[in-house]
């Protein structure tokens, strides 16, 4: 048989010759141009961040006055009057988000194994879009919700040790809404493990409580795990919550019946303010950025190397 | 020998043990249920709060009697006496400000009549309460009003009216609408999925179908992964850095003969909205091309389409229910988000609806902010009917995109 692949001599009256190349078709080719463009520009977006952020830090940095000792060691932030310390700031941050994990991790995990092990899938379907609102929530209404009804709660617990602006009305209910994202992510991480290991733990006599504690949660622990670290993140990030209820002035410290500003906060506040271009405070507020994304991105590249690393393969 | 009866419990002490970790499994159960448990009551807080401010009574005393301005029964005034009633009572300066914002001759009687009980009555609310204080203890209510404001009248009063969605805002509470900040979240999100809905889907079907996998690939995926993630302040600020002050001269539009105004316009805010939701439309359009059934491309590249004409023809009909709910879900994001709106600069006083994509704006969620961190009852109440406004307007979006989603999932 002939080798019809080979490109056969051209016999001018009956044959074609086939070029077996691709054809050039100029439309395709700029259509894939245009795509990769669109591909490509996430890049930009972070790149755009990075330097926009950085540049103005760098102006910040740059001011004689201001030194990375100053900035991680005073314990109070006035750029106008020479102080710059970012652990006013980040005291805030950080006491909100704890509390707000201390609230969110205990009650989304343990919503995640009742949605994941015991309900039924009517009661699923009640329970999830439940869930799925008050993910939906937008964040200041959550805001709304901490000033005029959390404190005026906790203000009747503990009477005048609490002021008005407070972190930890704040942090509860950051904790509410971080809620039905660990939730969501467990539930998720719960569900993929696989029926095998339940049923093996059953035929050995345990209850579904002890499956679920001793067998399931650790099978499922990257994902639980990720699903933690991506709400701290969340909770880190946050603003609205916490420029409502939380306070409008930096103040150095951990106990949450105190008012204080977290970095977002701060942000928000100096921001709606009247604020001119190549002043201290404008420099100031993207030194402030810079960190909270530095921090935000190394936390979501922690959580996927802890799902990449420590995910479980049943095959 | 004991030991192993410790462990293993054998005969009646195994059925005790037994009962005891039947016990324990009881409540563990309960424990679990309880976190829903106490999820759902907080929502229902939540959203009980919010309905509780917006109705309820208010005791209001009006400053100047209607009757020092005209003889004529306040439900029988034309258009035209009003305006000849504002005319003689305000100052020039306020008249003429009023009427260079809308001629007076063309605004609606409910406009005016509003503007006279605003500025020249002075309607001025002293108190309010909430709702259920309203309904099921109104004696106490009397009582109280009577006591402490016996001047003043009681009105049961619903903050949520259609009035209040056709009002542009005003430093009063109780005549201030919510109409300038529909309008502006409406411009805004146009704007937003205008820009990040080509690009998003554009983004999703390279990296599904022409991408090789390789390096860049994967640099591009794990860097639209970590863009999904950053907070939404830091949008707001590359929004500040980029939009506003580096393209002045195009977000301002300047660059198109517009001078009155500067970078921080309805454009800017739109654009950093659209860079926000990108990674979400991304990451939906690709779930829903992901979906499509490799058969499907096989079979065109098997009759001899090229690779645009399978993602034009085969690919896209097939995805377009999930990106459809990829994009509801963006817009709904774009509404709730406040925090990059301020930094961008919402404008915090403007009566007049966005008219272009070069005006100054405000926002439905900015508005419940500036009224929620106001500390006269007034604005918390008006900032409740806001919320509602805003919950039911995201309820319905969220609704149509799950019902989409069912519609039209296909089983392949």
């Known amino acids: ?315 | 020998m004991s030991e192993y009866n410790e462990h293993y419990p054998q005969g009646s002490a195994f059925y005790s043990a037994l009962r005891k970790r039947y016990l324990t499994a009881t409540i563990w159960q309960a424990l679990f249920f309880s976190a829903l448990l106490i999820a759902i009551i907080s929502l229902s807080a939540l959203l009980y709060n919010v309905v509780d401010s917006g109705f309820g009574y208010v005791a209001y005393e009006y400053k100047n009697d209607p009757a020092e301005f005209t003889s004529i029964p306040l439900d029988e005034l034309t258009n035209e006496d009003l305006v000849i009633i504002l005319k003689e009572n305000l100052s020039s300066g306020a008249y003429n400000k009023l009427d260079n914002e809308k001629k007076m001759e063309t605004r609606s009687q409910a406009d005016l009549y509003v503007l006279f009980l605003e500025r020249l009555v002075q309607y001025d609310t002293k108190t309010t309460w909430s709702m259920t204080d309203s309904l099921f203890r109104s004696a106490n209510v009397r009582a109280e009003a009577a006591e402490k404001y016996p001047d003043a009248e009681l009105e049961f009063r619903s903050w949520l009216t259609p009035q209040f969605l056709n009002t542009p805002m005003s430093s009063k509470a109780e005549f201030a609408g919510v109409r300038t900040a529909v309008f502006g979240s409406l411009w805004l999100v146009g704007i937003a999925i205008l820009f990040a809905l080509p690009v998003g889907v554009g983004a999703a079907i390279y990296l599904q179908e022409y991408a090789p996998k390789n390096w860049l690939t994967n640099i591009i995926q794990t860097n639209i992964n970590n863009l999904a993630g950053v907070p939404s302040i830091v949008y707001g600020m590359l929004g500040l850095a980029v939009f506003v002050r580096t393209f002045e001269a195009l977000t301002s539009g300047a660059a198109f003969g517009v001078t009155d105004s500067n970078g921080r316009t309805v454009l800017s805010a739109g654009l950093t909205m659209g860079i926000l939701v990108l990674p979400l439309i991304i990451i939906n359009a690709q779930e829903a091309v992901k979906a499509v059934p490799d058969s499907l491309r096989q079979a065109a590249f098997g009759v001899g389409a090229t690779r645009w004409q399978t993602v034009w023809s085969h690919v896209l009909p097939n995805a377009l229910p999930g990106i459809l709910t990829g994009s509801i879900l963006a817009i709904s994001r774009a509404l709730g988000e406040t925090a990059p709106l301020i930094v961008v600069g919402a404008s915090t006083f403007i009566t007049i609806d966005p008219a272009g994509p070069f005006s100054k704006f405000t926002a439905l969620p900015i508005q419940v902010y500036q009224w929620t961190t106001r500390p006269q009852a007034e604005f918390h109440s008006i900032a409740a009917s806001a919320i509602i406004v805003l919950l039911v307007l995201l309820l319905s979006l969220n609704a149509t995109a799950i019902l989409l989603r069912n519609r039209f999932q296909r089983k392949w």
């Open chain 1, 1 to 315: 048989m002939e080798d019809t692949l080979k490109p056969r001599v051209a016999d001018a009256q009956n044959f074609r010759q086939y070029d077996l190349k691709k054809k050039f078709r100029i439309g395709e080719n700029l259509i894939q141009g245009i795509l990769f463009v669109t591909g490509i520009l996430s890049i930009f977006i972070t790149i755009a961040i990075v330097y926009e952020l950085g540049k103005e830090a760098m102006l910040f940095f740059a001011l004689p006055d201001v030194t990375l000792v100053k900035f991680f060691t005073m314990t109070r932030w006035q750029p106008g009057i020479g102080e710059y310390g970012i652990v006013a700031l980040v005291s805030a941050t950080l006491t909100t988000s704890a509390i707000a994990i201390v609230i969110a991790l205990p009650l989304g995990l343990a919503s995640a194994i009742y949605l994941s092990e015991y309900a039924s899938p009517k009661a699923r379907g009640v329970l999830k879009p439940i869930l799925e609102i008050l993910a939906g929530i937008p964040t200041v209404v959550y805001g709304y919700f901490a000033l005029l009804f959390v404190t005026p709660i906790l203000k009747s617990i503990f009477g005048d040790g609490i002021q008005v602006y407070n972190m930890l009305s704040a942090g509860l209910v950051m904790g509410i809404m971080v809620l039905p994202l660990i939730a969501s992510m467990s539930e998720d991480a719960l569900s993929a493990v696989p029926r095998a290991l339940r049923e093996g733990a059953y035929a050995m006599g345990a209850t579904k409580v002890e499956t679920s504690l001793q067998v399931v949660v650790p099978a499922a622990l990257s994902g639980i795990g990720a699903a933690v670290i991506v709400g701290i993140s969340r909770a880190v990030g946050e603003t609205m919550i916490v420029a409502v209820a939380a306070g409008a002035g930096p103040n150095f410290s951990f106990n949450p019946l105190e008012a204080a500003e977290t970095m977002t906060g701060h942000i928000a506040r100096i921001s709606g303010g009247d604020l001119s271009y190549n002043t201290i405070d404008y420099t100031s507020l993207f030194a402030i950025a810079l960190m909270l994304f530095l921090v935000t991105l190394v936390l979501n590249l922690i959580s996927q190397r802890v799902v990449n690393r420590f995910r479980e393969r049943y095959e």
